[in-house]
């Protein structure tokens, strides 16, 4: 005998019950609901129509967490197909059915239509439908329709089932788990510095996105980042360590948690959060009062020539380098700094406040990817008006028979403003592999194989020439 438990008796029964979502930085989340289950001896029907439109349904787990309830699942099934107006006059295309008109005035008449085209097409944008009403064709419904009883189990919504096995009747709070797309989040933050001086105020939010097709009231949800590969979802099941809370604002607002979990990183929103469906949420997730920054400027007047693995030894005649000089931000993510914390990636906006109304004004903006704790960001925000960059090779020499070449090359910097700027250049040694730098004009810094860097003070309204020689041998 099937004992049959239906939609309705499920769904009031989960009402009270707080979801879980478990949401990912691409299309996916791990859904948990709790079903109260009264399962009689033999086989039970039951029915879960609050399942997402986007369900991964091998992924699904329902199952008793306290391990006490013995029963077995026989057949479980995953339908995405609910009814909707347009499927139901394609249905009855061809009957005639009742259509509900009221007027202006509060008068309710029924009118019957024959249904000769329903406008639906499977799979494209529906049409006009066409109805007969008293002999005469219509482009559009004469009322609302009031369909019959299907009475072919068709449903409303999107549907789990299963056939569940027991030898016993028993009683318990079963959980249902789930992989889902539709969900995302990223995260945005706010960095806000006074007009002058560089410590600043750092707000971070998680921005959550529900396409699923489900809305989920007042649930737990926790926030996975890092790079996840989701064909390894058993790696989800690891265990977490390093708990911590994130700062805060003096307002008291729910803190969220932070901690290493697996090889990623793992925030619990303090509140629960109710997200409908097609519905994009913000919640503030860190704020850190008091960041201290640093901000520098780069010129960089060949980016675009850089070592390949190739000799370049021709001269490069009238070439034109850039002669902007960018703008970076610096901040080490340690608690030194008034930070600390794993910062999952995502869009990072500059502020300064202007003294003369204590309005913000925007200053740039750029993306990080994550950051995990005690490593550095340099962030560009743009290119300085004031202060300007010219490069030009004034001398370039070869000689084959002795394997070398040899470049000369001057830069100019100005600093067309009224404070003093340092600006940082940075050249690239890209004809070949091995390189000495001659005759340099100050002293430098190699960054890498293939990059060296100059220090350049300049004070308001001054110029000043970087020059040097680069010899290259083979």
Do not use: C
Request: glycine share 8%; aromatic share 10%.
């Amino acid at each position: 005998m099937r004992n049959f438990l239906t939609a309705t008796a499920m769904i009031t029964a989960t009402v009270t019950a707080q979801p879980s979502l478990t949401i990912y930085n691409a299309d996916l989340a791990v859904v948990r609901e709790t079903l109260p289950l009264e399962l009689q001896a033999g086989e039970s029907p039951v029915i879960f129509d609050r399942a997402t439109a986007q369900v991964r349904p091998d992924s699904v787990v329902l199952r008793d967490p306290s391990g006490k309830a013995a029963f077995s699942i026989l057949e479980q099934s995953y339908r995405n197909d609910p009814v909707s107006r347009s499927l139901l006059l394609n249905h009855f295309e061809g009957q005639t059915i009742d259509f509900r008109q009221v007027y202006p005035d509060g008068k309710v008449e029924t009118i019957q239509g024959r249904i000769i085209r329903s406008g639906h097409v499977p799979g494209g944008q529906p049409t006009d439908p066409i109805i007969e009403v008293e002999g005469k064709m219509r482009f559009q419904l004469p009322g609302e329709p009031l369909f019959p009883d299907l009475g072919d189990g068709s449903i409303l919504r999107p549907t789990l089932g299963w056939v569940l096995s027991s030898g016993e009747a028993v009683k318990f709070d079963a959980q249902l788990s789930y992989l889902t797309g539709g969900f995302s989040w990223e995260a945005d933050y706010n960095f806000v510095a006074p007009e002058k001086g560089e410590i600043a105020t750092l707000t971070g939010w998680v921005t959550v996105n529900n396409q699923s097709g489900t809305a989920f009231n007042e649930a737990k949800v926790k926030l996975v980042a890092g790079d996840v590969n989701i064909e390894q979802e058993g790696s989800l099941l690891a265990p977490a360590a390093e708990m911590r809370m994130l700062k805060m604002d003096a307002a008291g607002a729910p803190p969220v948690e932070e901690k290493a979990f697996d090889d990623f990183h793992l925030y619990t929103l303090g509140r629960p959060l109710t997200i409908r469906d097609r519905e994009t949420k913000q919640v503030e997730f860190i704020r850190a009062p008091e960041v201290k920054a640093k901000k520098s400027y780069v010129y960089d007047g060949a980016p675009m020539f850089l070592f390949h693995g190739g000799r370049n030894d021709g001269p490069l005649g009238d070439q034109a380098f850039e002669k902007d000089v960018a703008i970076y931000w610096e901040l080490t993510n340690d608690e030194a700094s008034g930070l600390g914390m794993p910062l999952p990636a995502g869009r990072i906006r500059f502020y300064r406040a202007d003294d003369a109304d204590g309005n913000l004004e925007f200053v740039g903006e750029n993306s990080i990817d994550h950051t995990p704790r005690n490593e550095k960001l340099k962030i560009y925000t743009g290119n300085a008006f004031d202060l300007v960059g010219e490069r030009k090779i004034v001398d370039f020499s070869r000689l084959d028979r002795e394997n070398w070449m040899r470049e000369a090359v001057e830069v100019t910097l100005k600093n067309r403003s009224k404070e003093e700027k340092t600006i940082t250049v940075r050249e690239h040694l890209w004809r070949w592999s091995n390189w000495e730098i001659q005759d340099a004009s100050q002293e430098f810094q190699k960054i890498d194989a293939q990059t060296i860097e100059f220090t350049v003070k300049l004070q308001p309204n001054e110029e000043k020439k970087v020059t040097y020689a680069a010899r290259y041998s083979w």
